[in-house]
């Protein structure tokens, strides 16, 4: 007989994945499973303010340590878990929802169960997480337990995708088999060999047949493990390479061949010219949006471009699939020519950019200042997360020094996703220096999720930016909606901090006053640091209202007759 329960199982196979933590809400319907997963040793339970939150916190923790998991109760914690759920199927990050569900006897007996609609079909939830799931199941039974966990681990590593295992209250502590070996999970996908000769092929071709190529990074890079391959297709290939927003830390901006950062008319200085001038692009891993097209205005020609995918590399002519990103560009590698033809222009019409200066007197605060501040902070061991709005902007042409990281949910944009992703970044990597941009209204949804931060110590660093309402939405379209409620945020604090905290608020409003903020918080190492940036409402990024007015233009195209 074996040791083993479906709870005990569950938490062993987290654990053997290499998970440290999961994150959770209580309920009735999940204890059990709870207590279970508490007797894991290796792994460390995480409480969350909130569903939602334990699901972006997940998904942060995803980004640092490759994998995430959340566990909440049936229904009325499972669908608030469902939009960073969501939100990890947008930026292909594997997360694990698991929600503890009505007792087994329960479906099918004519019984109506608290936290449901009041109905007698127990099914909606697990069918609500199948669209945004890459693997949704729902265990009935102890036997067949092991067999549907481990369908959806695999799942989620293999395709990098979230997935949802729902186990009945009953079920949490009754016996099932022990698990196998952790490689039937996370065995690697191979490429088809003839495949990816053949992709290598076409694509050599293509190349060869450009006077002018460029490379295009795109987030999923990250999701297909091809950060090192892409890097050294770049320096087999020695052409410009430029990387999408969602892309920027996965390919060192150190790098000699490293143009900037590709959004269309609103790419770092020099970035659009010469993608326009190069005569193929080479985009791996990319994704066209209307954000990241600015509006549809900026797309690589579908006739000059190669697209490599996780598992799909597409070209003029050609389209093939079941190859390994990584082992395709490895391949690449091997065979391709030099030609640095897009470099050296890079060199030539790269606009020189002066530093900016430290202003010389103390002066109001404004948002090209807080970023000069910010860059000064980076170095090899940060992360800077940035959340939906100006922050995008104010974060994305910061430069980042080799080593530093960049987390952005350009994919999703769900704002509220940055503090608790933030704090799920922190528990996942706390050797890195954690650095978040967030602006007021964003900070509204889901600001409770600091007092975690304070809850565990974590020295994070918030530059919350007060311009007092949803300056990225009165770029694409104002009215009176786009005002807010100001609040006290950095008094907040004190408010979580209660008897035993250690976050540090502070207010600030002049460029003096920022500076002696960043000196205060590095002197913070007990707890998170809040500095509220009190700036001008109409200061924003000249880059987010040529972006803003795109993307309200594709929005307002008129409906085409069909
Ligand atoms: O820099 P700024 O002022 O634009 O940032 P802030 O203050 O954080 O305001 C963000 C405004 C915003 C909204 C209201 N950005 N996107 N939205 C739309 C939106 C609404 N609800 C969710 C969950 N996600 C959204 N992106
Ligand atoms: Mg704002």
New binding site residues.
């Given amino acids: 007989m074996s040791a083993y329960s479906v709870g005990s199982y569950l938490a062993a196979r987290l654990a053997q994945i290499g998970l440290k933590h999961h994150f959770v809400v209580p309920g009735d319907y999940n204890l059990v499973l709870l207590d279970k997963l508490l007797e894991q040793k290796e792994m460390e339970q995480v409480g969350s303010c909130n569903e939602l939150n334990a699901s972006f916190s997940a998904e942060g923790y995803a980004r640092a340590h490759g994998v995430g998991a959340c566990v909440v109760t049936f229904s009325v914690g499972a669908l608030s878990a469902l939009?960073g759920i969501g939100g990890a199927y947008a930026e292909s990050l594997p997360v694990i929802l698991v929600s503890g569900s009505p007792n087994s006897n329960d479906p099918g007996s004519h019984h109506l169960l608290h936290h449901t609609t009041g109905t007698y079909d127990f099914s909606y939830v697990r069918q609500m997480a199948e669209h945004v799931t890459c693997c949704a199941v729902a265990i009935d039974d102890a036997e067949e337990a092991p067999y549907l966990i481990d369908k959806a681990i695999r799942a989620a590593l293999l395709q990098k995708k979230p997935v949802y295992i729902e186990i009945p209250c009953n079920l949490a502590d009754a016996p099932c088999a022990a698990p196998g070996p952790v490689s039937a999970l996370t065995r690697p996908e191979m490429s088809d060999p003839a495949t990816l000769q053949a992709a290598v092929d076409a694509t050599i071709q293509f190349l060869g047949a450009r006077k002018k190529p460029i490379l295009l990074g795109g987030s999923m890079l990250r999701s297909a493990d091809a950060e090192g391959a892409f890097r050294k297709l770049a320096d087999a290939l020695g052409c410009a390479v430029s990387l999408q927003p969602a892309a920027k830390g996965m390919f060192p901006e150190t790098h000699a061949g490293f143009a900037g950062i590709a959004l269309g008319e609103v790419s770092s200085p020099g970035c659009n010219d010469i993608l326009n001038w190069a005569d193929g692009t080479f985009c791996v891993g990319t994704l066209f949006t209307d954000y990241s097209t600015v509006g549809w205005t900026a797309q690589p020609d579908a006739l000059q471009s190669v697209q490599a995918g996780p598992d799909r590399v597409q070209g003029p002519g050609f389209d093939f699939s079941g190859i390994v990103l990584s082992e395709f560009l490895i391949a690449l590698a091997a065979k391709v020519k030099a030609n640095p033809t897009t470099l050296h222009e890079f060199q030539r019409i790269k606009p020189s950019l002066k530093p900016t200066q430290a202003p010389s007197a103390d002066t109001p605060l404004d948002r090209a200042e807080i970023a000069r501040q910010v860059q000064q902070l980076l170095s090899a061991d940060s992360t800077l997360l940035v959340?939906?709005?100006?922050?995008?902007f104010?974060g994305m042409y910061l430069d980042l020094p080799e080593g530093a990281r960049f987390e952005i949910e350009m994919q999703w944009?769900?704002?509220?996703?940055s503090i608790p992703a933030a704090f799920g970044y922190a528990v996942g990597a706390p050797q890195r220096k954690l650095i978040a941009m967030?602006?007021?209204?964003?900070?509204?949804?889901t600001a409770q999720e600091v007092a975690q931060m304070i809850r565990r110590g974590l020295p994070v660093l918030i530059f919350l930016?007060?311009?007092?309402?949803?300056?990225?939405?009165?770029?694409i379209h104002d009215g009176p909606?786009?005002n807010?409620k100001n609040w006290n945020y950095a008094a907040l604090m004190q408010a979580f901090n209660a008897e035993d905290g250690a976050g540090l608020g502070l207010q600030v409003g002049t460029t003096r006053e920022l500076a002696e903020a960043i000196i205060k918080a590095a002197q913070n190492r007990k707890g998170p640091t809040l500095i509220e940036c009190n700036i001008e409402r109409d200061d924003?990024t000249h880059q987010?209202i040529t972006w803003g007015r795109r993307v309200a233009t594709a929005n307002a195209r008129p409906p085409v007759r069909r």
Avoid: P
């Avoid at 959340?387 to 995008?392: V, Y």
């Avoid at 944009?413 to 996703?417: A, H, K, L, R």
């Fill in positions: 939009n959340e939906t709005g100006d922050a995008w104010n944009g769900s704002i509220g996703w967030v602006g007021d209204g964003s900070f509204q949804l930016i007060n311009n007092r309402g949803y300056t990225i939405e009165v770029e909606y786009n807010i924003c987010l």
